[in-house]
């Protein structure tokens, strides 16, 4: 499985942006959105089980990003919006392996995704 990711870019603060990922080769599990900034660890962003009704998210991007997917279309998108500085970082999405079972702290970790894409950076000036 390949994850493509597309969507970065550079936008003021209080702007949006919106981020796509396209998995090809098989279908997939859960999806996830992480990110990382430099000189820090990658971190959780959010998360939407296979059939798309349990979505969870950063408490940081909670009422701001919002994660959907396609199954149709083997996509994951996060529309990020009230983007702030402290957003810029380099995002990834990344996938389960199909029928792989998640519960509780699975989906927040990034070591229980098999598939990761290349990252799509987004920086949010000030």
């Known amino acids: 499985v390949q994850l493509q990711a597309s969507g970065g870019g550079l936008v003021q603060a209080g702007g949006s942006l919106t981020l796509s990922c396209a998995a090809s080769g098989s279908t997939v599990s859960n999806y996830g959105w992480f990110r990382q900034a430099p000189g820090k660890e990658r971190e959780f962003v959010a998360a939407?089980?296979?059939?798309?009704?349990?979505?969870y998210y950063a408490d940081s991007v909670k009422g701001r990003f919002t994660i959907s997917r396609d199954n149709a279309k083997n996509t994951v998108r996060l529309q990020m919006t009230t983007l702030k500085p402290e957003d810029t970082a380099v995002y990834y999405c990344a996938a389960g392996r199909r029928g792989t079972y998640y519960s509780g702290r699975d989906y927040y970790t990034p070591g229980r995704y098999d598939y990761w894409g290349q990252g799509t950076q987004v920086t949010v000036s000030s």
């Open positions: 939407v089980t296979w059939s798309g009704r349990s979505l």
